[in-house]
């Protein structure tokens, strides 16, 4: 008797433990989806805030189908919402698990004032009912010359977020903005120099690779306010690399620099 009992205990504990509740976990600032994280939280207008996710508990269907809501705002210091929006993530998980990878991304307009804002984020499952949340401060500070929305890709039409990095014979497109340049004398003229460094800190190639964006047009010039530098390479060895942006507005003679390190493995 005495055993019987036990074995349905046991076969209780079971049950009651055999699902997890939802959780987020591994939340990191990022550079993109799949980029390098973000260590610090300070952004500019025109640059756009992302945080991925790992859910995990998630619930499917006997199809093995999850059906997760994600509800993103941005409110400033007052509580004011200032975005609202919510993302349906449907499909198979298939891997199983429970496990669902998310990302919360949001746009800083150039009319947003600096100042201290609040990410939340709330993640619901559709089928089990059960929530999960965090939420994030970030600092807006005012414009200034500087590159914004970095961002990887694994194709040229940036449809597919990509690593900063990725296996040896892959391409890896960018895509970086840049933001503060003069006006003042009604046309734009900048330049990009993208240079590779290795893990001593030494160049890679002899000369940089470099790009431009000018634009003489007087009343073209005013309406913009963000211009992007994008390219592509090719990753043809193993190792650990930094690529180091410069940017330069002739204009003014402002310089600014955004490094990011990448890691390129054999297949």
Avoid: W
């Amino acid at each position: 008797m005495a055993r019987s009992m036990l074995a349905c205990v046991v076969f209780l504990l079971s049950a009651t433990t055999a699902h997890a509740k939802l959780q987020i976990a591994n939340i990191k600032a990022a550079y993109g989806p799949l980029g390098p994280e973000r260590q610090s939280q300070v952004y500019y207008p025109g640059d756009e805030v992302v945080f991925r996710y790992l859910l995990t508990g998630v619930r499917s269907n006997a199809k093995g189908e999850a059906n997760v809501a994600i509800f993103v705002q941005i409110a400033d210091a007052s509580g004011k919402i200032l975005q609202k929006t919510t993302t349906p993530t449907k499909g198979v998980v298939a891997l199983g698990g429970g496990f669902v990878p998310g990302t919360a991304q949001a746009a800083l307009g150039d009319s947003m004032k600096p100042g201290t804002y609040r990410l939340a984020v709330t993640a619901t499952d559709n089928l089990s009912g059960e929530t999960a949340s965090f939420d994030r401060d970030i600092t807006l500070e005012k414009t200034t010359f500087i590159s914004v929305t970095q961002r990887f890709f694994l194709d040229a039409e940036g449809k597919l977020p990509g690593s900063a990095g990725g296996l040896v014979g892959q391409p890896l497109y960018y895509r970086l903005g840049l933001i503060g340049f003069d006006r003042s004398q009604g046309r734009i003229e900048t330049r990009m120099e993208l240079e590779v460094l290795d893990e001593e800190r030494a160049h890679v190639l002899a000369k940089p690779t470099k790009g431009a964006y000018k634009n003489a047009d007087r009343a073209k010039a005013a309406r913009i306010s963000q211009v992007s530098f994008s390219g592509l390479m090719v990753l043809n060895r193993a190792g650990n690399f930094t690529l180091r942006f410069t940017f330069t507005d002739a204009v003014s003679g402002q310089t600014s620099r955004f490094e990011v390190p990448i890691k390129v493995t054999d297949p």
